[in-house]
């Protein structure tokens, strides 16, 4: 058996018809499920750990879309975080049992990916250490936990809120190793799916001045269940590509995507401060744009991506034209990527990520991270 390929999926259980039915379903599919995950980590070699996370310690991070991080520290030098699936929706169109085959999907996807031989030892890919089990706090069901050592400077977005803006330059080499870590997925064969700053860990470099940037959360990501086979890709707006649809895309289109989205995180990291007078909305920073909860903000930065004339390529290139600090190298560097990763048409973009990494390289700086 191709163990990447696996994709260990159950067939789908039928709608039961009593209310005790549905319970003893609800069981056999949490078990069901738990087996699935199993099986994955067995074929895939992934450590089964005797691991649980300290209570007494804060949870980590922003809370996610799927997940709790919570951590517990081993010795000085390693904490580890524990990704906590969430067991129970919010969502009123989703049933638990939906939610609950959602939740392992991802679970097995990101344990999928972070099993892979050349992903896992990628200097930009979170450090993946293996699984734990908890019981759910509110039933008596067992879920699975992903173990990754913790990034002690957080994720990008409470990385560069909290701390005094940093040099062209060293933005510049945060954007080039997140696209090393998107470069090795897709030689891998796998797409992110869901490239935002949230998703994008930052650690400090052991006595040094210097940051490691790494790509983490790969709960949406997808792969090749067997050649020439088509991918569903999951969206997370505005970060999404505008050609993005629920239906199935072919790996290179999707890839496309993912580096519409790279294009976009960059433009967040590089102008996160700048106005986006271009939305109609002139108080409106890009950073609040982009991350905003209020969906009226959201369908204006979907409808610049939408626009047929290359609105939001136009918007990066205008930013970096009137940008002060940006001396002409940088500018003229700058200018190339947004051409290469923010055009609506995917065929005009980068078809690779080899494409883009030249651009961001600082001779002399190849592997090093951002520096603080
Ligand atoms: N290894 C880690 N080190 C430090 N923070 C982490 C780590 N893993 C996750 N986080 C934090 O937890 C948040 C949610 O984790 P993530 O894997 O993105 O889950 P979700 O699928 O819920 O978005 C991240 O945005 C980040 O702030
Ligand atoms: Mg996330």
């Not at 390929?5 to 067939?11: A, E, L, T, Y």
Request: aromatic share 8%.
């Amino acid at each position: 058996m191709d163990l990447f390929h696996s994709s260990g999926h159950f067939s789908e259980t039928s709608v039961p018809a009593s209310s005790s039915d549905r319970e003893a379903a609800d069981e056999a599919d949490c078990h069901q499920n738990l087996i699935r995950f199993l099986q994955v980590a067995q074929v895939l070699g992934v450590p089964l750990l005797p691991l649980a996370w300290d209570p007494a310690l804060e949870s980590v991070g922003r809370e996610g879309s799927t997940a709790h991080i919570n951590q517990s520290t081993l010795n000085a030098e390693f904490t580890f975080a524990f990704k906590r699936f969430k067991p129970h929706t919010t969502r009123n169109d989703v049933s638990e049992g939906e939610f609950r085959q959602m939740q392992y999907d991802a679970a097995i996807a990101e344990m999928t990916v972070l099993s892979h031989r050349t992903i896992r030892r990628h200097p930009n890919i979170v450090t993946f250490v293996g699984a734990g089990f908890e019981m759910s706090p509110v039933s008596d069901e067992v879920w699975p936990v992903l173990v990754s050592t913790k990034a002690d400077l957080g994720d990008l977005y409470t990385f560069l809120s909290t701390r005094t803006p940093l040099h062209v330059e060293s933005l510049v080499a945060i954007c080039k190793e997140i696209a090393s870590g998107i470069q090795v997925m897709h030689h891998c064969g796998v797409i992110h799916g869901d490239l935002k700053p949230t998703n994008i860990l930052v650690e400090d470099v052991k006595d040094t001045d210097n940051i490691q940037v790494k790509v983490t959360d790969f709960g949406f990501s997808c792969f090749q269940a067997a050649q020439n086979s088509d991918l569903k890709v999951a969206r997370t707006q505005p970060w999404e590509a505008p050609e993005w649809h629920s239906r199935h895309f072919s790996i290179a289109d999707a890839k496309a995507m993912d580096i519409y989205s790279f294009g976009l995180l960059c433009l967040w990291i590089l102008f996160r401060h700048e106005k986006l007078v271009v939305l109609g909305v002139p108080l409106v920073t890009l950073d609040e744009a982009f991350l905003s909860k209020d969906a009226a903000v959201t369908a204006k930065v979907q409808s610049l991506k939408k626009r047929a004339d290359n609105s939001m390529l136009s918007c990066a290139l205008g930013l970096v034209s009137n940008a002060i600090g940006i001396d002409d190298e940088y500018g003229s560097r700058l200018r190339r990527l947004f051409n290469l990763t923010l055009c609506s048409d995917p065929e005009q973009r980068a078809q690779t990520l080899d494409d883009l990494i030249p651009i961001l390289a600082v001779s002399g700086q190849e592997d090093e991270a951002g520096m603080r």
